[in-house]
């Protein structure tokens, strides 16, 4: 007598599948080849690009690309006002997203809270910052590992030249 189970995809495995999935920002995603950015896309630099509805602080928005033609980084700048709306856009898509708050002094004695939010996984890392460069803008950021790997070894290599 044959007896036949339904075919169990083991708990494991089935992680490894949702972990193996890469984040995805209107459809960018670490690793992407630039080929079908650009046909989603067009040619970088983007014009006119938002994210959440929230547009792109500088005329221009572009991705980075390896040497291998893959997707190593994307840089979003935005308005600070949008950064709540930003977030919580962010959150309800990716609810892991880990948030720590810090307290700042900008050059004026202004005491201002830092959000800086991260997530990571096996395909690279996602970030969002209340305040990069001034208190104006924030900072959408997408990198994937093989990047992660570089920056990584590069400061290694700066900090043995100390």
């Known amino acids: 007598m044959n ?7 083991p708990f494991a495995a089935a992680l490894s ?14 690793g992407m080849d630039k080929a079908e950015f650009v046909q989603k896309f067009g040619e970088p630099p983007l014009q006119g690009f938002t994210i959440a509805e ?11 690309f390896g040497e291998d033609g893959k997707l190593s980084s994307l840089n979003f700048f935005f308005d600070s006002d949008d950064f709540e709306h930003m977030m919580d856009a962010v959150r309800e898509k990716y609810p892991k997203l880990r948030c720590q708050n810090s307290s700042v002094t900008n050059l004026y004695g202004a ?3 830092q959000t800086e939010c991260s997530l990571d996984d096996q395909t ?10 001034d208190v104006n803008t924030s900072s959408l950021s ?8 570089e920056m990584g070894s590069r400061q290694v290599k700066r900090n043995k030249d100390l």
């Open 142 to 149: 997408l990198y994937s590992s093989k990047m992660l790997k």
């Open 3 to 9: 007896v036949r189970f339904p075919l169990v995809i």
């Open 111 to 113: 005491r201002l809270t």
């Open 54 to 64: 929230v547009p792109s602080k500088y005329k221009r928005f572009d991705v980075f």
């Open 17 to 30: 599948v949702c972990l193996a999935q890469a984040f995805e920002i209107k459809g960018i995603t670490p």
């Open 124 to 133: 690279g890392k996602l970030t969002l910052s209340r305040f990069v460069n």
